[in-house]
T-cell receptor, first 111, second 112 residues
Framework: GQNIDQPTEMTATEGAIVQINCTYQ??????LFWYQQHAGEAPTFLSY????GLEEKGRFSSFLSRSKGYSYLLLKELQMKDSASYLC????????????FGTGTRLLVSP | EAQVTQNPRYLITVTGKKLTVTCSQN?????MSWYRQDPGLGLRQIYY???????DKGDVPEGYKVSRKEKRNFPLILESPSPNQTSLYFC???????????FGQGTRLTVV
């Protein structure tokens, strides 16, 4: 089976740094995506990690440890517009490249 | 502009009345999928398609049908909708399994 866990909700202050964790147990793991979803809107792509290590992209960074089944999304210099849900999604190779999503972490950034 | 277009955005219907939600992409992507999103359950895959005339079930296919007659279109069909299919639906396309998925704007369906 497959299991993807991430915290349901987090709060942080504008200008701060927040780390959103994601742990997974899946078979046929290929890589891990992070998506951002504002309330009532479509998810949008943030990052994709295949190899272990940290990938930095502006204020957002994503880390992957394949051996530990663990990833995190790091958001720096938080802005009010970063208030959204952050979805962790595992790409699995089951003949077809299947994408399985976690339930998402709702981040609230306060002034 | 690269996009995935779903229609309608909002739909209220009655139990048993057949409906179709359309999805179209202009990026020449081979992979297309349908998801439903429910509170506390996240995005769950309903059906996916790897190319024209190639479709398969996702995790929650019961009560849904799809077709892929053309590369750009991937409609979702509910032959006899029931209240437990009330949900937010997203269509997505990608150029491959390890490439980012582009999502449509969503269809909020209510079945009464």
């Amino acid at each position: 089976g497959q299991n993807i866990d991430q915290p349901t909700e987090m709060t942080a202050t504008e200008g701060a740094i927040v780390q959103i964790n994601c742990t997974y147990q899946t078979s046929g793991f290929n890589g891990l995506f992070w998506y951002q979803q504002h309330a009532g809107e479509a998810p949008t792509f943030l990052s994709y990690n295949v190899l272990d290590g940290l990938e930095e992209k502006g204020r957002f960074s994503s880390f992957l440890s394949r051996s530990k089944g663990y990833s995190y999304l790091l958001l720096k210099e938080l802005q009010m517009k970063d208030s959204a849900s952050y979805l962790c999604a595992v790409s699995m190779n089951t003949g077809f490249q299947k994408l399985v999503f976690g339930t998402g972490t709702r981040l609230l950034v306060s002034p | 502009e690269a996009q995935v277009t779903q229609n309608p955005r909002y739909l209220i219907t009655v139990t048993g009345k057949k409906l179709t939600v359309t999805c179209s992409q202009n990026m020449n992507h081979e992979y297309m999928s349908w998801y439903r999103q429910d509170p506390g359950l996240g995005l769950r895959q309903i059906y996916y398609s790897m190319n024209v005339e190639v479709t398969d079930k996702g995790d929650v296919p019961e009560g849904y049908k799809v077709s892929r007659k053309e590369k750009r279109n991937f409609p979702l069909i509910l032959e006899s909708p029931s209240p437990n299919q009330t949900s937010l639906y997203f269509c997505a396309s990608s150029g491959g399994g390890d490439l980012e998925a582009f999502f449509g704007q969503g269809t909020r369906l209510t079945v009464v």
